[in-house]
């Protein structure tokens, strides 16, 4: 009898103290868990389809990463073109780089769609021609060129909307509040505009309407 009782007394004291020394599992980080992290790449429709239609070209290559779909941190690339000829022939070549980070509200109710707002820091580098012919009755006409190799580095504010239309598939917009831009380099004549920007002189809005695939 005494020794069923304290058989029953070292059983009570070992369920106790069980959890005490029982190694608890670690809390998976929801962060990094499955299917919280997802990468997005897209292309500007509108940068492309002007090119049909005026003497203009941009290619502007969109990604970003998302954790949990409510941060998003963004890389983008674009080439662009642009040349009009009037008086004079002018041509401005640029590639612009750009880095930041989006907010997007809706993370809550869905892990496809994005409506956010952020920042973003762009650097380009450009490369504008001028050609043109300077008349004179006495020495007849000549002809001069002016080329130069700038830099341009401007912070701007930006609106996403990107909504799935089919499996991975998801379209949308960017628009874009972009500051004047502070310009480096040796001048040979007024720096005009920036490629798929705007003018180097003033603040420029942006808008760029693609496609994106999630990964």
Not at 10 to 34: C, V
Not at 46 to 54: K, V
Not at 183 to 194: A, D, M, T, V
Request: charged share 20%; net charge positive.
């Amino acid at each position: 009898m005494l020794l069923s009782l304290s058989g029953n007394c070292l059983a009570q004291d070992s369920l106790q103290l069980r959890p005490f020394f029982q190694k608890k599992n670690a809390p998976k980080n929801k962060i990094f868990a499955k299917d919280s992290v997802y990468f997005r790449v897209g292309i500007d429709a509108i940068g492309l389809g002007q090119a049909f239609f005026t003497p203009k070209i941009a290619v502007h290559i969109n990604s970003d990463i998302a954790f949990r779909n409510k941060n998003l941190f963004v890389a983008e690339y674009t080439w662009a073109r642009r040349q009009e000829k009037q008086l004079a022939s002018y041509q401005s070549q640029g590639a612009i780089v750009r880095v930041g980070w989006l907010h997007n509200f809706l993370y809550k109710q869905s892990k496809d769609d994005v409506f956010g707002m952020g920042i973003r820091i762009a650097n380009a580098w450009i490369n504008e021609e001028i050609e043109a012919t300077i008349k004179n009755s006495l020495f007849g006409n000549e002809p001069v060129f002016f080329k130069q190799n700038l830099q341009a580095t401007w912070i701007e504010f930006n609106m996403e909307l990107k909504a799935r239309i089919w499996k991975n598939l998801l379209v949308g917009y960017c628009l874009r509040y972009q500051f004047r831009p502070a310009l480096r380099g040796e001048e040979f004549f007024k720096p005009y505009s920036i490629p798929s920007v705007g003018r180097t002189t003033r603040n420029n809005w942006g808008f760029q309407y693609g496609i994106w695939y999630k990964f």
